[in-house]
């Protein structure tokens, strides 16, 4: 039997939050909450969480700082913003310290659960791939560790980055349809999405940056394209 998905759950409204808690229950998570980022990251510490929900307003240390500091530790863990915030500069900040996903208040429980589920699938999906390593270049991909590795450096890439990067390293020279990617890695393509797709895309282009042959190109009204040096030996440098 698998063991239960464990999410720490950050909200300083305490009945929201007991609802929450009890309602991620029921569906059969283990759920632990906390009314502060502070008493957030203690727990985040002490615990082996596979997804953080973290409300954006909250006393003592807000959800974006918590997050920050969360990633300092582990880059790879999902998470999720809850905010009453609808502001297009708030998202895209959530967006650009690496948020999975973004729900404003008020929200339905059900809609948390789908989307806490759709990114579960993807990272579960993400592991059972059978391509794990990417030739790009001078670069050298691992979508398990999410890694990008050359001669002098080895970087490390967020979820996110490793996600979009592995969609784009799939159909290298070609175009990647921009609606295809954000349904694939971000589930919806509202306005939102998108634009926190740019961000990526700028910060996988600086990723890339000392190969001058590697190119991540917009096709207007499509996508985006990453142009590489066509390996033709290219099965040789794919490992299952």
């Known amino acids: 039997m698998e063991d239960k998905v464990k999410i720490l759950l950050c909200e300083d409204d305490e009945n929201l939050g007991m609802l929450l808690r009890e309602f991620l229950q029921a569906k059969g998570f283990n759920a632990d909450l906390c009314s502060d980022g502070e008493k957030g990251y203690k727990e985040f510490l002490k615990g082996k969480y596979d997804l953080c929900v973290l409300d954006v307003m909250m006393p003592k240390k807000d959800g974006f700082t918590l997050a920050q500091e969360i990633r300092n530790v582990n880059s790879e863990i999902p998470i999720i913003f809850l905010t009453a915030k609808n502001l297009k500069e708030d998202i895209l900040e959530g967006f650009k310290i690496g948020a999975d996903d973004y729900i404003t208040k008020p929200f339905s429980m059900e809609e948390l659960v789908f989307r806490i589920g759709a990114i579960l699938r ?76 740019d961000v990526y895309i700028t910060k996988l282009r600086k990723l890339l940056k000392d190969d001058p042959n590697i190119e991540i190109i917009n096709i207007h009204g499509k996508g985006y394209k990453l142009i590489a040096p066509d390996n033709k030996d290219s099965s040789d440098d794919l490992l299952d």
Request: proline share 0%; aromatic share 10%; with cysteine.
């Open 122 to 197: 993807r990272v579960k999906g993400k592991k059972d791939k059978e391509i794990t390593l990417y030739k790009i270049g001078r670069y050298t991909f691992d979508t398990q560790k999410q890694v990008l590795i050359s001669k002098d450096k080895t970087q490390k890439l967020t979820t996110k980055e490793s996600e979009l990067l592995a969609l784009l390293c799939s159909h290298v020279n070609e175009i990647l349809e921009r609606n295809f990617a954000l349904k694939t890695i971000w589930i919806d393509d509202n306005y939102f999405n998108a634009r926190s797709m």
